[in-house]
């Protein structure tokens, strides 16, 4: 992006909080006498004709004032916005909120949803956790009839996997007991492909259960689907330049698809946790995301679990407002994984 001098910055910042909190071009009368600035109208409107030219602004018509344009937006997010945080009191309201639904995820996510959707002031995502790699915490053997064993797996997080299996001869429970101990004190925490160096030098009961163990492991890894909780859609809907349009709608599909919800945060959002990105005007790679911003982070524990929250809403959104809460929202939710892991 073309460098700024340090008024046409201030300019800039000016025009894009204007926009994001009126929708109606900004003049240069209407920012001199606002902001009561020590320039003339004519000098700022040599600077709102220079930020034109220079791509951070447009200008619906020649006598219209100026609103910001996709480059506007982004430098005022890179550059200007700073390192903007939610006023502590609402802090402390979040904090409340998500250490009484302490121990169960189902209303995390879906609190996290209300909040995003609340204080971020657009639509709000939040998909749970998925674990990167499956780890072992628990088995259990369980005896049936002759020789079919059911098989109880517990992974870190919680996640429980059941399955039959049938065994050469038939074992007694007491048996079975003492190898799902054997295997529990040994994999504890191991990863699919630790378990797996484990098989050959096992006993030939341990060989059965740890073949299994892994390939559950191995397909709750391929296969695991990120449950998406969403809220706030009318946030988006209500505002004034989707009223008579496709637009809203359009981008909608990236909240409601799975598929094409797993491409855009698969391609838009960075690995780190924490990390927070800023998606202005689709980045002319989603075509649905042409008219609309979304902030989004990653939370969890890295190598464990990680999800994504995030808001979207108009270009004009109240950038400073999302992003601070999103950073928020993800640091909370990766402080409830870690608990969850490691607790």
Same mark, same amino acid.
């Given at each position: 992006?073309?460098?700024?001098?340090?008024?046409? *910055?201030?300019? /800039?910042?000016?025009? &894009?909080?204007?926009?994001?909190?009126?929708?109606?071009?900004?003049?240069?009368?209407?920012?001199?006498?606002?902001?009561?600035?020590? =320039?003339?109208? $004519?000098? =700022?409107?040599?600077?709102?004709?220079?930020?034109?030219? $220079?791509?951070?602004?447009? +200008?619906?018509?020649?006598?219209?004032?100026?609103?910001?344009?996709?480059?506007?937006?982004?430098?005022?997010?890179?550059?200007?916005?700073?390192?903007?945080?939610? @006023?502590?009191?609402?802090?402390?309201?979040?904090?409340?909120?998500?250490?009484?639904?302490?121990?169960?995820?189902?209303?995390?996510?879906? /609190?996290?949803?209300? &909040?995003?959707?609340?204080?971020?002031?657009? $639509?709000?995502? &939040?998909?749970?956790? #998925?674990?990167?790699?499956?780890?072992?915490?628990?088995?259990? /053997? %369980?005896?049936?009839?002759?020789?079919?064993?059911? /098989?109880?797996?517990?992974?870190?997080?919680? *996640? &429980?996997?059941?399955?039959?299996?049938?065994?050469?001869?038939?074992?007694?429970?007491?048996?079975?007991?003492?190898?799902?101990?054997?295997?529990?004190?040994?994999?504890?925490?191991?990863?699919?492909?630790?378990?797996? $160096?484990? %098989?050959?030098?096992?006993?030939?009961?341990? +060989?059965?259960?740890?073949?299994?163990?892994?390939?559950?492991?191995?397909?709750?890894?391929?296969?695991?689907?990120? !449950?998406?909780?969403?809220?706030?859609?009318?946030?988006?809907?209500?505002?004034?330049?989707?009223?008579?349009? !496709?637009?809203? #709608?359009?981008?909608?599909?990236?909240?409601? *698809?799975?598929?094409?919800? *797993? !491409?855009?945060?698969?391609?838009?959002?960075? @690995?780190?946790?924490?990390? =927070?990105?800023?998606? %202005?005007?689709?980045?002319?790679?989603?075509?649905?995301?042409?008219?609309?911003?979304?902030?989004?982070?990653?939370?969890?524990? @890295?190598?464990?679990?990680?999800?994504?929250?995030?808001?979207?809403? @108009?270009? #004009?959104?109240?950038?400073?407002?999302?992003?601070?809460?999103?950073?928020?929202?993800?640091?909370?939710?990766?402080?409830?994984?870690?608990? %969850?892991?490691?607790?």
């Amino acid at each position: 992006m073309e460098p700024l001098s340090e008024r046409q *910055e201030f300019i /800039l910042s000016l025009v &894009v909080r204007e926009y994001i909190e009126a929708a109606t071009p900004v003049s240069s009368k209407g920012l001199v006498e606002r902001y009561n600035l020590d =320039v003339s109208s $004519a000098t =700022v409107r040599n600077d709102l004709a220079a930020l034109t030219e $220079a791509g951070y602004l447009e +200008q619906p018509h020649t006598s219209a004032g100026r609103k910001p344009s996709e480059t506007g937006y982004r430098y005022f997010v890179q550059r200007l916005i700073g390192e903007a945080e939610l @006023p502590i009191a609402e802090q402390n309201t979040i904090t409340h909120q998500f250490y009484q639904t302490r121990g169960d995820s189902e209303q995390w996510m879906r /609190l996290a949803a209300s &909040v995003l959707a609340h204080h971020g002031r657009g $639509a709000s995502l &939040v998909t749970a956790p #998925r674990q990167q790699q499956a780890r072992f915490k628990h088995l259990e /053997l %369980i005896a049936t009839q002759g020789r079919m064993v059911l /098989l109880v797996l517990v992974l870190n997080g919680g *996640e &429980v996997r059941q399955q039959m299996l049938t065994l050469a001869e038939p074992v007694t429970q007491e048996k079975l007991s003492a190898a799902a101990q054997r295997i529990t004190n040994l994999c504890n925490g191991k990863d699919t492909e630790s378990v797996n $160096a484990l %098989i050959s030098s096992a006993a030939a009961l341990e +060989q059965d259960v740890l073949k299994l163990v892994a390939d559950m492991m191995h397909k709750t890894e391929a296969y695991a689907a990120w !449950d998406v909780f969403r809220d706030g859609v009318a946030n988006v809907l209500a505002e004034p330049e989707f009223a008579s349009s !496709d637009s809203a #709608r359009q981008a909608l599909r990236v909240l409601e *698809e799975r598929a094409y919800l *797993e !491409d855009f945060l698969t391609r838009a959002m960075a @690995p780190t946790v924490g990390s =927070v990105q800023v998606v %202005i005007g689709g980045e002319n790679a989603w075509q649905e995301l042409k008219d609309c911003s979304m902030v989004l982070a990653r939370y969890g524990v @890295p190598g464990y679990a990680t999800g994504a929250v995030g808001v979207l809403g @108009p270009q #004009r959104m109240p950038y400073g407002r999302a992003i601070s809460t999103v950073r928020f929202v993800a640091g909370l939710m990766s402080n409830l994984i870690y608990e %969850i892991y490691f607790e």
